[in-house]
């Protein structure tokens, strides 16, 4: 049986890429690129590309990148993408719990929640988080965004969701977040690639900062600094706090 993250994907690369949570790619590669300053020798890859939006960024400007998803639907969407700019990009269809790399890149990137948190359990998240920090060099550094924690303690998900909703996008209500597993069940309605309407059942894992903090340093990373993540704007100006939805986190392998 497929879960919800795999069945959300299907059919959804146009309409996904016109989601007002997917607009930040500019900023967000201004960002990135600053943080590996501008070297074009790095090796990046991209985990949990979807329709390769970041990608197809740092490939135009002039970065080497992999990109790997579980979604067969938004990886041919980003292929399409790539093929229509003459971009030659390695897109690959892998499981971001089981990658086949070891120690090949120098960065590696997962946003917009692109695999991390959505898993059913805390186990397969770590997976996750494990493979990918086999993937990087001894001196390697990840950047990626997941959700904030300290949100659902000061804050209502569920009015979080119904304040950023754009006629013809997604909607996600019927939200109740559960403190025991800090995590939030809820109900994505959405239209497809082919104008079908479908309803899905969904359920994310939110992280305090010391969690991941935790699990970042079980993996061997040494300088790990958190941020407040804002769409299309991240910087390491942006103090963590309550109101943020999501968290920007920067870890590196070397440092004190």
């Known amino acids: 049986m497929k879960q919800w993250y795999e069945t959300l994907f299907e059919n959804y690369g146009v309409k996904y890429d016109n989601e007002s949570y997917t607009q930040g790619t500019i900023g967000e590669c201004d960002f990135i690129e600053k943080e590996i300053n501008y070297n074009k020798s790095y090796k990046i890859i991209d985990v949990g590309c979807g329709t390769g939006r970041h990608a197809i960024e740092l490939t135009k400007r ?24 003459n971009l030659q990009i390695d897109f690959r269809k892998h499981d971001a ?11 590696a ?16 998240n770590y997976e996750i988080l494990r493979n990918v920090a086999n993937s990087l060099k001894s001196t390697g550094k990840l950047i990626f965004t997941t959700l904030n924690g300290l949100f659902p303690l000061f804050n209502s ?9 754009e006629k013809g996008n997604s909607t996600c209500c019927k939200s109740t977040f559960d403190l025991m ?31 991941i903090t935790w699990l970042l340093k079980s993996l061997g990373f040494k ?23 999501e968290m920007l986190v920067v870890a ?3 440092g004190s």
């Open 62 to 85: 002039g970065y080497r990148v992999t990109g790997i998803d579980l979604s067969e639907s938004q990886l041919q969407r980003a292929k399409e993408k790539a093929r229509a700019q």
């Open 157 to 165: 998900v569920e009015e979080f969701y119904a304040s950023t909703a």
């Open 97 to 107: 719990r089981q990658l086949p790399f070891s120690q090949e890149f120098d960065l």
């Open 252 to 254: 590196e392998k070397y």
């Open 181 to 211: 597993t800090f995590r939030d069940s809820n109900t994505v309605t959405l239209e497809d690639d082919s104008g079908n309407q479908r309803e899905l059942e969904c359920n994310e894992r939110y992280y305090v900062p010391s969690e």
């Open 223 to 245: 300088k790990i600094d958190i941020y407040g993540a804002k769409l299309g704007a991240f910087s390491r100006n942006d103090k963590l706090g309550k109101d943020d939805f």
């Open 109 to 124: 990137i997962m946003l917009c929640e692109g695999a991390f948190a959505l898993m059913e359990t805390d186990e397969m």
